[in-house]
Every structure is written in C-alpha cells, then in structure tokens.
C-alpha cells in the first residue's frame, strides 16, 4: 500500500492488513489451474501494453557500456497533462521550483516508465518535493466534500479508510472536467499491470499462487463496493453518473499503488473501523521505486508539507527513486504492477505440501518418514509454515530448520528444539542438504513448465507481460541457488 515514511526516522513499508504472508493453502505447483469461479476479471480485454508511468514499467536489466548505464529516456515534462497538474497545485502553494538546490523534470525512462529526473547534481540530505498538506487527499478530504461526506454519514457503518479515498476517485473521475480535482484525476494511469488486470484467457494460465492473490484482491474490491452500495445508489439516482466495477477496480488500485503513509486528524474517526494513515499525494507520485534509494519522509510542521528527503545524491541526468520498502518481487508484481531483476529481497515462497510432496519420494531411514503428522503439528504450533522460501542465497533458514524437523526420526524429534541452536551440526545435515537440493530441482522444473506455458501467449496485456518477467526471475533465482549455495556446501 504506497509508501509508509516517517519525517524523523525514515522508511518503511506500509504493511497490508493480510497481502504479506504467505499462506500455507497457496500451492502453485500444478499448471492445471482452474478457472476461478466463472468470475470475470477482464478490466480491459482490449488494451494492450497502453500503461503509464508505475503501471507500465518495463524492467530490465541494464547493459553496461565501460560501465555506463544506456538508458533512453524521453522528456514529457511539457504534457499538457503534467503542465496543467503543476499549473492547479500552485494555488494550493505547489511551487514546483521552489526549492533551491533541486529542480526534477518529468521523463519517460525505458526502463521504469514515467519518472522524475533530476536537471542537476542532486547532494544527500535534499528536499526532492514539498506538496501542501492542503493538496492531499484523506479521508479529511472526503469528509469534507459537499456531496460525498454527508452521504457517507448517512450509511451510518464503519468503513476503511482505504475505502473512502476509492469512493472519492471514482466520484470525482465521473464528474470529469466538472470536479474541481479533475487536473489530478487526469494525471493518474488508465489502468494498472497488476495481475488483476491480466484477461481472464490469462488470469487461467498464471500460477495459482498469483490466481489466489487476484481472487483475495477482488474479494476486497467487492467489500469495498459493498461498504458504499447506499452511496452509489445515491449518486447513481443522478443520471448523468455511471458507475462500473472497472471504475472501482481502477480506484482501488490507485489507492493501494499510490497511497502514501500519513498519521491524519480524528476527524473521519467516527466513520472508519482502522487507522486514518492514508494520503494521495498528486505529482508525488511520479516518483519510482527502487531498492537503492533512502529517503526520509513526512508531513513538515514548520510549513504543513508532506516532503521527502533524499538521503543518497544524484547526478545530473539521472531518475531520482523513493523506496517503498524491502519487498520481494512478487509483493511488487501483485501490489505495484512491476518487478526488479536484481532485486536483493527476491525470493520465492514454499508452500507447505510442495514440501510433503518431494518428501514422500525422497529415499532415506524409514524412521524419518514416521510421525510426520506430529512433527507437522510441532511446525505449526511454532508458526514454522510461514515464510518460507528459496532466494539465490539459497534456502531460508525457517526452510531449513523446517526439513531439518520433518527428518528427524522419533527419537530425535524429542529435541527438536536444536534447530534454533545450530542447523548445520544437526546430526543428520547431510541428509537435510540433500533433500533441499531435491526440492529445489523439484521447483526449478515446475516453473521451468510454467515458463513454458506462459510464453506461449504472445498478443498479451502488460500485467501478463510483468507475469512472465516474474516466473524468468523465480527461474533464475533457482539456477543461482543451485550454482553457488549447493556448491558451497
């Protein structure tokens, strides 16, 4: 959910109330997936590869040169689009040169999509932007709008704070050139490279790891909807609304890909059943993500601006980046819409009966394949299942402690508990070794047929295009592990 950044102490990510565990029912290792539930999540069947800025980034990894960077990148800092954005923030106090030491120009890199580019040297410790507290959209702001806060009122339920800033989007992109937040609403992207948005011929072809995230997503979407089915009935009595669930999809995503994290007032308190820590911050929002990048952020006291400080130069020419915090590649794909080949959180999550699966083949004492259902409860009563995954380091070591549990044999099983002190002197190491590297030939070989079969749709949309790009990375993220941590041992 956007980026969580505190003035004083820096970043970190905001955490989804349930997008950011892996759960233990999530298997992916059968490509027959099934359709899910004969429901329709064609957003836009007929768009292809049309997404802007952070919904159509195209990441790939760099060629270097004698050890330049070739990056092509296009100035679109003159789009009537972003002219009229800057143009309509200044009357909130926006001043988009206003800060001496920096000066950032809107491009479109071929890498990332639209970002901002730094016009010169860029020294740590600069203020990158300042947007007015007055220019941001919270719940205070929907609240307080004349149509949609007595109306909210009136529904007398608690609601998301997630779900009010949806509401106010998708209000305010129906009334078009009419809203006085039109110059903003025109600046945001078309649709988004989510896995959601993938047609539904695609969404039956991902991973059924991917295909449980799009059904937990719209599951949420049509709780949102739910939530505010007075409102729109309401509003729709009016003729000239027209509402859609596309309409809803696309705030939702806006909201969830774009919010940033900001400690608001009490005064929404009464209509919302969680935090009111959510803000859209228009022009902000041009800002790329990358794992590099180390800024503080906030809401100034001294001049009621949210800004963000970079705490890493830059130099003339270059994209200036935000960090939304240390996420693997899938939380980026199913969350932002793009992946980072070299990013260093990848890694690719277990699930539980993949595990059960190669080990009831794997040829050992028939001692360590007994009480598998007790050792199954001891795993879970530690909360062992979650978080465990393969990076190209190697195996995790909640993976490793996890195979080292389930082979023990009765007797040693007693002891358990060694796992913590020291995994690679556990009497039967080699054997655990020799397992984790069946199962991650086991891995290598499922999304290898994966890859396989996703390749296959050649005229596809951008969001199934990030879709292979992920399953390319698990691939060679399971090569990597195969190579140097095995050969290591």
């Known amino acids: 959910m956007g980026i969580k950044m505190d003035f004083d102490i820096g970043i970190s990510s905001l955490q989804g109330d349930h997008r950011n565990e892996i759960q233990e029912e999530n298997s992916f290792s059968s490509l027959n997936n099934e359709k899910l539930c004969n429901k329709s999540y064609n957003v836009s069947q007929n768009s292809r590869c049309q997404a802007k800025g952070r919904t159509g980034r195209r990441r790939q990894k760099r060629r270097k040169c004698d050890n330049l960077q070739l990056t092509k990148i296009e100035s679109v800092d003159s789009d009537p689009i972003l002219v009229h954005l800057c143009q309509w923030l200044s009357q909130f106090g ?51 709008d004349p149509v949609l806060g007595p109306l909210i009122r009136k529904t007398k339920k608690k609601i998301r704070a997630m779900d009010v800033l949806t509401l106010f989007l998708v209000y305010h992109k129906n009334l078009g050139k009419e809203s006085p937040w039109f110059p903003y609403i025109a600046s945001l992207p078309k649709e988004y490279s989510v896995p959601l948005y993938c047609t539904e011929e695609e969404t039956n072809m991902l991973p059924k790891i991917l295909q449980d ?30 509402v859609q669930r596309s309409d809803i999809i696309w705030g939702w995503f806006t909201v969830n890909t774009r919010a940033v994290y900001l400690e608001n007032e009490c005064l929404s308190c009464d209509i919302l059943n969680d935090k009111d820590v959510y803000a859209l911050a228009p022009y902000l929002d041009l800002l790329n993500h990358t794992h590099t990048a180390e800024v503080t952020a906030g809401l100034n006291p001294v001049n009621s601006c949210y800004e963000i400080i970079t705490q890493v130069p830059y130099k003339r020419h270059e994209q200036v980046f935000i960090n939304y915090g ?42 360590r394949h007994q009480i598998m259902y007790e050792k199954t409860q001891i795993l879970k009563r530690n909360e062992m299942l979650s978080n465990i995954c393969v990076s190209r380091s190697g195996p995790s070591w909640t993976l490793e402690a996890v195979v080292s549990i389930l082979l023990m044999t009765p007797a040693e099983t007693v002891h358990w508990q060694e796992v913590y002190n020291d995994l690679n002197n556990m009497v039967h190491r080699s054997l655990v070794v020799n397992f984790l ?28 295009t990030v879709s292979k790009e992920l399953v390319r990375d698990y691939c060679s993220i399971l090569e990597l592990c195969l190579e140097k941590w095995f050969s290591a041992i």
């Open 213 to 242: 995230t799009i059904e937990r997503q719209y599951e949420d979407i049509k709780q949102s909807e739910e939530n505010f089915k007075f409102v729109w009935e309401e509003l729709l009595g009016n003729k000239s609304m027209k």
């Open 94 to 144: 926006f001043r988009k040169f206003a800060i001496p030491e920096v000066s950032l120009k809107a491009a479109v890199f071929s890498e990332t999509g639209r970002g901002l580019q730094a016009i010169r040297y860029i020294s740590q410790g600069s203020k990158l932007v300042s947007i007015p507290k007055n220019a941001l959209v919270t719940c205070r702001t929907v609240v307080s």
């Open 437 to 464: 590297k069946d199962f991650v030939f086991y891995l290598l070989k499922i999304w290898k047929e994966i890859e396989m079969c996703l390749s296959e749709q050649k005229d596809c949309s951008v969001a199934f």
């Open 326 to 367: 240390p996420h693997d590649n899938l939380k980026l794909y199913t969350e932002y819409g793009f992946i980072l080949p070299d990013n260093p959180h990848a890694n690719i999550p277990v699930n539980f009966r993949d595990l059960i699966t190669v080990l009831q083949k794997f040829q050992c004492d028939d001692l």
